[in-house]
């Protein structure tokens, strides 16, 4: 006999379908996807495609509102950041601006990405320690993407066919800045978490993901792009994953942890 499988039934989205969240009534059960591409607060002026109008106002000591007014709804939570924070942008602390990242011209003080990353880890894990909600939270480091002969915005495509394999491909600096960053804030953030009754955990999804350049949409960001010009020129996705695709091997890390959590303390 095969399984019945639920029919889970969607109770929200948000206007551009970014955020949604579905029920299964059958268990309780309620999964939510939320948009919050930085988890602190920003105001971001850019389309569906990532074309943008503005740089993007980040604002280093607020926490975006988004997801915080969920969390105590939460008993688990997976949380990542990332890529986001490589575009350019101007800071914002104590309600004044103090920097920025790739900004030439503003006449402002170059912070970079590694100064706002660490800023917006501190104040996602301060909250999460100190929250009354002690729910189990996973924090997922970040993971690489492939393009190749180019960028998202200047032709670059991710084409293979078949995974890395070990020793064939390293990760890029950026990465590495930012994958470093997350361990030294996730250690001290642990610590805390563990004195707060906080279940922390880190959900490492960099070294596999790195390997898996085949799991793009690539070409296939959007439905049938080929339909009506067979050589028509478009924007590769070698960013995003494919469903189902490599980050299946992330739902059977999660699973392992809460099944068998207490041997990863």
Known sequence: MSPQVEQAVEVYHDKEYRSKRWHFPSYNFTLSVIWTPFLIGADIFEDMNGVSTSEIQLYLDKIDKTWTDQYNSFDYAVIGVGKWFLKTAIYHENNTVSGCHSCPGKNLTELGFEYSYRNALRVVFNFITRSDQKASIFFRTTTPDHFENGEWFSGG?????????????????????????????FEKAAAKASE?????????????????????????????????DKNAKVQNDCLHWCLP????????????LLVNGDKYR
């Open 245 to 256: 695709g490599p980050i299946d091997t992330w739902n059977d890390l999660v699973m392992e």
């Open 196 to 228: 707060e009754g906080v279940n922390l955990k880190l959900l490492d999804t960099t070294h596999l993901s790195l390997l898996r350049s085949d799991g793009h949409p690539g070409p296939y960001r959007q439905f049938q792009p080929f339909a009506k």
């Open 157 to 185: 495509h991710c084409n293979r066919s078949v995974p890395f394999k070990e020793g064939e491909v390293d990760l890029k600096d950026e990465d590495n800045v930012m994958r470093n960053i997350e361990l030294e804030e």
